[in-house]
């Protein structure tokens, strides 16, 4: 595992690495590049122990340079990701462009927060549909990069929400007005907000969600 700069996290953890979706943004490809590595998915079984024998709680990112639900990748792997999750007193972050996949993997453990990623609204109401059927402590939403405006459906169950700007080789500063209109659209909902520090215009904003929020996965069982 790796200490990390992004802002919501504390480490990174990839077990598996590589991704197919193709998006021209992508920061993980770009270190590949970077460093003439491969970019095709793979499992990487001795990285696997590397969460247990870290000392402490921390924050850790999963498959940061990977889509670890992407359609291609074999439910082996992620079974096999979520065992050693189950196993640590660790709190580890999920991230997907592909959330329609998460609720396969019901009920979460405890100490898993789970999220979806999007860019423009289609993908936003997307995510919000399918993570509202997934048992987990937290659920959460990161608009990174933010590419057009967005708002949040009400009753969405969401419980954290990350905003950031587009780096890289096409850099794009979401507009001052698309951040605040969808933060306080969050606000109107209660939902913790974080600033990716890639806004170089903004005025800090780091929220987090609380352990406390027990409320979706109580809706969730009604279903």
Known sequence: MQTTKITWTEKTWNPITGCKHGCYYCYAKQICNRFKTSFEPAFH?????QPLKTK???MIFVCSMA?????????FWIESVLSIV????????FLTKNPKRLKYFNPWPDNAWVGASAVHQVMLDDAIK????????VRFLSCEPM????????????NWLIIGACTGNKPFMPPREWVLNLTNNAKEQNIPTLYKDNLKWSDPLIEYPTQELSRCTEQIALL
């Not at 590419?147 to 969401?158: D, F, R, V, Y």
Request: no cysteine.
């Open 147 to 158: 590419l057009e405006p967005m708002q949040l459906s009400k009753n969405n169950n969401i």
């Open 67 to 75: 889509d670890l639900f992407g359609h291609w990748v074999p439910d």
């Open 130 to 137: 399918h993570l509202a059927l997934v048992k987990a402590t």
């Open 45 to 49: 079984p001795e990285r696997l122990q």
């Open 86 to 93: 189950k196993q640590s007193s660790h709190t580890f972050q």
């Open 56 to 58: 402490g709680s921390k």
